[in-house]
């Protein structure tokens, strides 16, 4: 079955690999991915860590929004992301 694809400029195709997860174990919360997404797909959140400290962490809120355009894993230097393409 084929893949979602989208057009380049010069009219090329590209798969489209649609973010599917953000592991927020591995998030140090530097906000690259949030700077990088041009869909507002994720947002700053923290919670309490079991020492009682606050801890700040990345998470999905809108996926549905996403492009496909790998930026966020591109620029996260903790390896976070996972990515899918769809079947059209
Ligand atoms: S793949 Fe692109 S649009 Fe989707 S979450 Fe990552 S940066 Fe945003
Ligand atoms: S780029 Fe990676 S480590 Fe940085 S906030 Fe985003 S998910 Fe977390």
Redesign the pocket.
Known sequence: MANLMAKTKGGGDWVQ???MSLDKDKCIACGR?YK????S??TLDEEEDEDGDDRKFMK?VN?L?????????KVCPKGC?E?KPMAA
């Open positions: 690999n649609f973010v991915c990088a997404c041009p869909s797909v994720m999905l996926d929004n996403c492009l496909g355009c790998m930026a966020c894993s992301f990515h």
